[in-house]
C-alpha cells in the first residue's frame, strides 16, 4: 500500500531564512508525488509535482522540492522564507497509471508553517 | 482561484437532517474526485467519477453517502441522516484526464458542521 509521512507538526522559521518542509513516501513502482498549500478555510492549492527527470522541481511562489529515490524523501523548500507562506503544507502521491486503479491522491497529514517577522 | 467552484462554503445542521453539496469542476475536465478533511488531518478520498460514471467509492462512504454527476459536468454529494461524525470540510478536485501525470485542481471546499 502506498502512504506518505510528513514527520513534523509544525516548523517554524524566522523571515529571510531557509525552509524545509519534509516527506517521505512509500509506494510501489515509479512515485508521482505532489505538494499542495492550504490556508485557513480554504481548498488547496497546488505548488509543484515530480513526474520524472531533474531531481529538483520548481514550483509555484518561489518553493522547490528535492526528489530523493534511495531516501524515499521529497522535501519541500524554499530559500528565504516570507511571513505570507505560514500555512499548511500537504505532501501527497499519486498512484501510478493503471487501468485498474482510481488515480486518487493519498495525502500526509500535513505540515503547519510558521514563519515569524 | 483554482476555478474548481463549491457550495454552500459552509452548511450548520443538526444531527439526523440531510444535506447536500455541490462541486463544479473546471470545465472539459472529465475526472472528478470527493475527499473528506477532518481537522488535524490529510484529505482522505471518498469516490470519483470519470465523466459521468462514478467508479469507485471509498469504504469511508457509507451507505447514507451518495454522489452524482448527472451529466458529466457539476457534481453532488448528498449525506442523509448525518451524524456529528459527518463533521468535517469536504473536498471536491477535478482533472483533465486519468494520467498519472496530471495535477488535481481543487476547490474551497465546504465545511460541514453538525451539531
Known amino acids: 500500500a502506498q502512504s506518505v509521512a510528513q514527520p513534523e507538526d509544525q516548523v517554524n522559521v524566522a523571515e529571510g531564512n531557509p525552509l524545509t518542509v519534509k516527506c517521505t513516501y512509500s509506494v510501489s513502482g515509479n512515485p508521482y508525488l505532489f505538494w499542495y498549500v492550504q490556508y485557513p478555510n480554504r481548498g488547496l492549492q497546488f505548488l509543484l509535482k515530480y513526474i520524472t527527470g531533474d531531481n529538483l522541481v520548481k514550483g509555484s511562489y518561489g518553493f522547490e522540492a528535492e526528489f530523493n529515490k534511495s531516501q524515499t524523501s521529497f522535501h519541500l523548500k524554499k530559500p528565504s522564507a516570507l511571513v505570507s507562506d505560514s500555512a499548511l503544507y500537504f505532501c501527497?502521491?499519486?498512484?501510478?497509471?493503471?487501468?485498474?486503479?482510481?488515480?486518487?491522491?493519498?495525502f500526509g497529514q500535513g505540515t503547519t508553517l510558521q514563519v515569524k517577522p | 482561484d483554482t476555478g474548481v467552484s463549491q457550495d454552500p462554503r459552509h452548511k450548520i445542521t443538526k444531527r439526523g437532517q440531510n444535506v447536500t453539496f455541490r462541486c463544479d469542476p473546471i470545465?472539459?475536465?472529465?475526472?472528478l474526485y470527493w475527499y473528506r478533511q477532518t481537522l488535524g488531518q490529510g484529505p482522505e478520498f471518498l469516490t470519483y467519477?470519470?465523466?459521468?460514471?462514478?467508479?469507485?467509492k471509498s469504504r469511508l462512504l457509507s451507505d447514507r453517502f451518495s454522489a452524482e454527476r448527472p451529466k458529466g459536468s457539476f457534481s453532488t454529494l448528498e449525506i442523509q441522516r448525518t451524524e456529528q461524525g459527518d463533521s468535517a470540510m469536504y473536498l471536491c478536485a477535478s482533472i483533465l484526464s486519468g494520467a498519472s501525470t496530471d495535477t488535481q485542481y481543487f476547490g474551497p471546499g465546504t465545511r460541514l458542521t453538525v451539531l
Open positions: 470545465s472539459e475536465h472529465n475526472r
Open positions: 467519477f470519470q465523466n459521468e460514471a462514478q467508479l469507485e
Open positions: 501527497a502521491v499519486r498512484e501510478p497509471q493503471r487501468s485498474s486503479n482510481t488515480g486518487k491522491l493519498i
